[in-house]
């Protein structure tokens, strides 16, 4: 099956809403933990799945006991999707490794193995908005992403361009004024230039996580705040 039309079709009838694929030298220099972790492989297969636009409804400026539970089960799908996809390459004789949707393993840093967000721009679901989420033009940034890595030589998507354009509404909206607004064609060079990190980091961790109804460093105002993917009425 490791075309990438099967693979999208089986992630697809899996739950996933949108996937997209990536040749891995679009992401030379990411850094990655442990370092070298995408040597073995060639390319990615990243998916997205959509959270209901309805729970960024109730959201205002701060997360929701819903939004939790939407965010935990989502990641389970995710996982649960790519452990299928892994499965079926490994037995068409390919090597495979899924990255958790939601894992982090630096806490210092704050850093997953890899960032999904950089490998779903290279595959073409979306652009780094200003918030330094992933916006799709289908489902803005209400989605939440996985990443597949593989050695099967499977075909590239398309690259989508910024588009964010004079739009500030992510950086109006964010409670702890973590949003700068500055605007790249690909990706910021540091988190630093897209946000006042520590502003975000502080707000999810030491506020929001720390309330019993959320107890995860979670928040989705910004996500919220995106007039793309938002429903029309
Ligand atoms: C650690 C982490 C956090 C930390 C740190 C956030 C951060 N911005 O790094 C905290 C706890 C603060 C956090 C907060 C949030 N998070 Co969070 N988080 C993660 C996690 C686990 C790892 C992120 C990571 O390693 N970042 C490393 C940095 C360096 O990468 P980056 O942020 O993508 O930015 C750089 C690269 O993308 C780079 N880049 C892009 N292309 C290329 C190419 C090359 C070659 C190079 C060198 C660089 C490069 O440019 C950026 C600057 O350097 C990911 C899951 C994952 N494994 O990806 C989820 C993840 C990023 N979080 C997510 C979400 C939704 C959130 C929140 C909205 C909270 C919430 N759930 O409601 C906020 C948003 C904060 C914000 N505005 O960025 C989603 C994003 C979905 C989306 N649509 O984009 C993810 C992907 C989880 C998921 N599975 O969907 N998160
Ligand atoms: S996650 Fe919350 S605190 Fe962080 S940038 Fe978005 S709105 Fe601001
Ligand atoms: S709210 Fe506006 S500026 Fe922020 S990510 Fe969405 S389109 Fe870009």
């Not at 940034?141 to 050695?151: E, F, H």
């Not at 690909?186 to 502003?199: G, K, V």
Request: hydrophobic content about 40%.
């Amino acid at each position: 099956m490791a075309s990438a039309l099967e693979i999208k079709r089986k992630a697809i009838e899996l739950g996933a809403d949108l996937v997209g694929i990536t040749d891995l030298k679009r992401v030379e220099g990411l850094p990655t933990i442990p370092y070298g972790l995408m040597d073995p492989y060639t390319h990615a297969v990243v998916i997205a799945v959509a959270i209901s636009p309805d729970i960024f409804e109730q959201i205002t400026n701060e997360p929701t006991p819903l939004y939790l539970h939407h965010y935990q089960t989502v990641n389970n799908l995710l996982d649960n999707i790519n452990l299928s996809l892994q499965r079926e390459l490994i037995h068409e004789g390919f090597r495979a490794l899924f990255i958790p949707a939601s894992q982090i393993v630096d806490k210092v840093n704050w850093m997953g193995h890899i960032s999904h967000k950089a490998m779903a721009k290279a595959a073409g679901l979306g652009w780094q908005g200003k918030s330094l989420l992933l916006v799709t033009p289908e489902y803005g940034p209400r989605v939440r992403l996985a990443t597949l890595l593989t050695n099967a030589p499977l075909e590239p998507d398309p690259m989508v361009s910024n588009r964010c354009g004079t739009c500030k509404k992510c950086q109006d909206a964010c409670p702890a004024s973590a949003i700068k607004g500055r605007l790249w064609k690909d990706h910021p060079q540091s988190r630093e230039e897209a946000l006042h990190f520590s502003l975000c980091v502080e707000k999810v961790n030491e506020d929001f996580a720390k309330r019993p109804e959320i107890g995860k460093p979670i928040c989705g105002v910004c996500i919220r705040a995106c007039p793309w993917g938002k429903p029309k009425s």
